[in-house]
C-alpha cells in the first residue's frame, strides 16, 4: 500500500478505535439485516472522528484515494465502508471517470441500500454531473442484472437538481418499471419524487402511462406530486 494510503486507513482505524458502543452495534446491524458487523459508531460521531482523523491529509492521487477506500471497504465493519464512500467524496475533485468505473466494484461488494446510496450522494452524483461522458457507465450499469447496480444508475442524479437530465432518469425508471425488486422500485420511486421538483409533468405523465406501478415507487412519487 502506498505511504498516502496507509496513512488516511491507519489514521481512520485509530480514529474508531475504542469508540463504538455494543448496545448501538446490535441494534445496527440488526436493522440492516446483518448484513455487516458494526463497531456501534453514531454518524455524527463519524463524521466528526472522521474529519479529525483526516484534517492533515494532503491531496492524494486518484490512484492513492481509490487504494485506501479499497481497502477500508473489505475492513469488516461497516462504519470503514461508510468511510470509504466519505473519502472519496473528500477528495472527490482528483476523481474522475476511472474512479466511477472502479465505484462499480464498491456497489457490488457487501451490497446493501446504505452503502450502495452513500456512494452515491458522495461520489455518483457529483461525477455524473461533473461528466456527462458518464452516460454510457450508466447504461451499462442499467443493463446489468445487478439490483444494486441498476439502484445505483436510477439515483445517479439524486441532487443535480437544475442540471438533472429528465429523459434520461424517466428513460431509466421506465426500463425498470416492471422489476419486481423492492429496492429497484424505491429507487424508481425517489428518482420520480425528486423530479417533481424539476418537472412536474413529466412524472404525472410517466404515472398515467403506468398505470400498474409498483406501489412502493407510486406512493414516493405521489409524496412528491402532493408538496408541489
Not at 186 to 213: M, S, Y
Request: glycine content about 4%; charged content about 25%; hydrophobic content about 40%.
Amino acid at each position: 500500500m502506498g505511504k498516502w494510503a496507509n496513512q488516511a486507513v491507519s489514521q481512520t482505524k485509530m480514529a474508531f478505535q475504542n469508540a463504538g458502543n455494543k448496545t448501538v452495534a446490535r441494534g445496527a446491524a440488526n436493522y440492516m439485516k446483518s448484513v455487516s458487523p458494526f463497531l456501534g459508531i453514531s454518524a455524527p460521531k463519524r463524521n466528526k472522528l472522521q474529519k479529525k482523523a483526516w484534517q492533515d491529509l494532503e491531496i492524494p492521487s486518484e490512484s492513492e484515494l481509490l487504494l485506501a477506500a479499497s481497502t477500508l471497504w473489505k475492513l469488516p465493519e461497516r462504519e470503514y465502508q461508510y468511510a470509504g464512500a466519505d473519502l472519496i467524496g473528500k477528495f472527490i475533485q482528483v476523481c474522475t471517470l476511472v474512479t466511477l468505473n472502479r465505484v462499480k466494484v464498491l456497489i457490488t461488494s457487501k451490497s446493501w441500500w446504505d452503502s450502495v446510496d452513500n456512494l452515491g450522494s458522495k461520489v455518483i452524483s457529483p461525477l455524473t454531473l461533473k461528466f456527462p461522458q458518464s452516460r454510457k457507465i450508466i447504461e451499462l450499469w442499467s443493463n446489468s442484472k445487478n439490483i444494486w447496480l441498476i439502484r445505483a444508475a436510477i439515483q445517479h442524479q439524486r441532487g443535480h437538481k437544475k442540471n438533472t437530465d429528465v429523459d434520461f432518469v424517466i428513460s431509466l425508471c421506465q426500463k425498470h418499471v416492471n422489476n419486481p425488486e423492492f429496492f429497484v422500485s424505491k429507487a424508481i420511486g425517489w428518482a420520480l419524487r425528486d423530479l417533481t421538483k424539476i418537472d412536474a409533468w413529466a412524472v404525472k405523465i410517466f404515472l398515467r402511462e403506468n398505470p400498474k406501478l409498483n406501489k412502493v415507487a407510486l406512493r414516493e412519487a405521489q409524496k412528491g406530486l402532493n408538496r408541489i
